[in-house]
C-alpha cells in the first residue's frame, strides 16, 4: 500500500489568443495520443495579452493507466530519460516540458504545423487514495499515503530508469 502509482498523465499546449496555433496544438496532441483533446477557457481578463473571459487558450488531455504508462515512457525517451530535482514537488507530481513535439517517438514533422512544444504533468498517488475522491463519505488522506518528492525520484527510477540530477548553469 505504500507503493506509488501513476495515478494520470496531463500534456497541455498553451496557444494564446492565436486561434490557428490552438487548431495545431489539437492535431498535434490527437496525433501523438490518438485521443481527442479538449479546449481550455480563459476564466480572468488580461488586457496587455488580448484575454478574455470564455476565450480558448491552449488545449490539454488526461490519460491514465496503462495508455499512461505508455506515453510517458515515450515522452521520457524525448528526454534522454534525464529529470532534474525541480521536475518534481513536494506533493509527488513530476512536471517537465517537451520544446518540440517532432522529439518524441513515432511523431513525424509537419510542415503545415510548424515546431510545437507541449508541458506533461505526471501525477503519482499510492494505493487507497480514491478514498479522497468517492461520492460516498470521502476522506481526508493520511500524510502515510501522501506521496512525498523522495518517493516520486525513486518510483521514477525504479519503473523507467530516470536519472536525476542536478543541471549544470
Not at 501513476?6 to 496555433?21: P, Q
Not at 496525433?31 to 484575454?51: A, H, M
Not at 517537465?96 to 506533461?120: C, H, N, S, W
Request: glycine fraction near 8%; charged fraction near 30%; proline fraction near 7%.
Amino acid at each position: 500500500m505504500q507503493e506509488p502509482r501513476i495515478a494520470k498523465l496531463t500534456l497541455n499546449v498553451g496557444a494564446g489568443t492565436d486561434a490557428t496555433r490552438l487548431e495545431k496544438s489539437i492535431v498535434v496532441l490527437k496525433e501523438l495520443t490518438g485521443v481527442d483533446p479538449v479546449k481550455t477557457i480563459s476564466n480572468k481578463r488580461i488586457p496587455n495579452w488580448g484575454v478574455r473571459p470564455g476565450l480558448p487558450v491552449g488545449c490539454m488531455l488526461t490519460l491514465r493507466r496503462q495508455p499512461a504508462r505508455v506515453m510517458l515512457k515515450r515522452l521520457l525517451k524525448a528526454k534522454d530519460f534525464k529529470l532534474a530535482p525541480r521536475h518534481f514537488d513536494e506533493q509527488g507530481n513530476v512536471s517537465f516540458g517537451i520544446t518540440e513535439y517532432i522529439d518524441i517517438e513515432g511523431a513525424r514533422y509537419d510542415p503545415k504545423i510548424g515546431m510545437l512544444g507541449l508541458q506533461v504533468c505526471v501525477t503519482l498517488e499510492k494505493p487507497g487514495h480514491h478514498v479522497k475522491r468517492r461520492r460516498a463519505r470521502p476522506v481526508p488522506v493520511g500524510k502515510a499515503q501522501r506521496v512525498t518528492k523522495e518517493e516520486s525520484m525513486g518510483f521514477m527510477k525504479r519503473e523507467f530508469s530516470v536519472s536525476v540530477a542536478e543541471e549544470s548553469a
